[in-house]
């Protein structure tokens, strides 16, 4: 269980100040999961989470060995590229958002059930609503080996929830996971924050959530 810390008093900041808040006063948390022996390799991953004003702020660290950011076009395949993401499940229902951010901060975004009933919210939502910074700036690029590290931070509006129109975030009981993985890269990873108990790599399993609750 992660208790998500409300940070008050920053209406509008800007998102470098959220990343400071979110270093000062949220709790760290490591995606350290290896579900699938057939995917051993793993990156250092970790993030931290608050809420403010019926936002969501997270901030990702990774540390891996080869990074990739091909995709720039808002709902593509980002987990292919160097990714990470948070599945959000606001009511705890079964029924969830996959945030998907390549290493660049291209956004994928979608609601449903499951793996085979999304509905993507449109590109101009995600792109007004939701905003993204990476330390690795807004350019694609082919694959870069070697060592690398990178961070980013992320802020969700609640409105960005558009399937729980008037949710408020404060005393929420919800349920998520937090993943990292990058399939088309040279070596394809799949960790998480809590444990996934299928035979092959599936993050699309809300069944697996971890709860999170909203101070």
């Not at 920053?10 to 270093?23: A, R, T």
């Not at 969501?56 to 987990?79: F, P, Q, R």
């Not at 979608?110 to 350019?139: C, M």
């Not at 070697?146 to 969700?156: C, F, G, L, R």
Request: proline share 4%; with cysteine.
């Amino acid at each position: 269980m992660i208790k998500v810390k409300e940070i008050n008093g920053y209406e509008g900041v800007s998102i470098d100040k959220v990343s400071q808040l979110l270093e000062e006063r949220a709790a760290i948390h490591s995606i350290n999961i290896l579900n699938w022996d057939n995917y051993s390799y793993m990156p250092a991953v970790s993030f931290r989470i608050a809420h403010s004003n019926n936002e969501i702020w997270l901030k990702y660290y990774v540390e891996e060995k080869s990074i990739m950011a091909t995709v720039a076009d808002t709902n593509g395949a980002v987990h292919k590229d160097s990714c990470v993401e948070f599945f959000f499940d606001p009511l705890g229902d079964g029924n969830y958002y996959n945030f998907e951010f390549n290493c660049i901060g291209t956004t994928h975004l979608a609601f449903g059930g499951g793996r085979s009933d999304r509905q993507f919210l449109a590109p101009e939502t995600i792109e007004a609503s939701i905003r993204v910074q990476s330390s690795l700036g807004t350019q694609v690029f082919t694959e870069r080996t070697a060592d690398h590290s990178w961070e980013m931070t992320v802020v969700i509006p609640a409105n960005t929830l558009s399937h729980n129109p008037g949710i408020k975030l404060k005393g929420l009981s919800a349920k998520g996971n937090f993943y990292k993985c990058g399939d088309a890269t040279s070596e394809p990873h799949y960790l998480s924050w809590n444990p996934i108990k299928t035979e092959n790599p599936d993050f699309h399993r809300p069944e697996f959530f971890g709860n999170l609750v909203f101070e």
